[in-house]
């Protein structure tokens, strides 16, 4: 069993930035990927970025060149920094894991970023 706890939400103005952790506990810490999800109201989940286990990064178009996912071994963590904040970017994220050997995917409870104007 793997247990995720995110951290780092709140309320930022637009054009700021936050830094999102999602710190992973449990089972040994192997994983295929992991990375973050959001969910604004009213909307479908949406990946927003994700890191393989060989360290490949992979952005939804909207955040390209302004979040940047991490991960450091050590301290089973993966990062999400969000620079250049926008409205837009209000939502829920959501971290998630998914195990190497089981397959299976297990999802942090989230964490609300509010971008106000």
């Known amino acids: 069993q793997v247990q995720l706890v995110e951290s780092g939400g709140g309320l930022v103005q637009v054009g700021g930035s936050l830094t999102l952790s999602c710190a992973a506990s449990?089972?040994?810490?192997?994983?295929?990927?992991m990375g973050w999800y959001r969910q604004a109201p009213g909307k479908q989940r949406e990946l927003v970025a994700d890191i393989t286990s060989g360290g490949n990064t992979n952005y939804v178009d909207s955040v390209k060149g302004r979040f940047t996912v991490s991960r450091d071994n050590a301290k089973n963590t993966v990062y999400l920094q969000m620079d250049s904040l926008k409205p837009a970017d209000t939502s829920v994220y959501y971290c998630?894991?998914?195990?190497?050997?089981?397959?299976?995917?297990?999802w942090g409870k989230g964490t609300l970023v509010t971008v106000s104007s």
């Open positions: 449990g089972s040994a810490f192997s994983f295929n990927s």
């Open positions: 998630y894991l998914d195990h190497k050997f089981s397959g299976t995917r297990y």
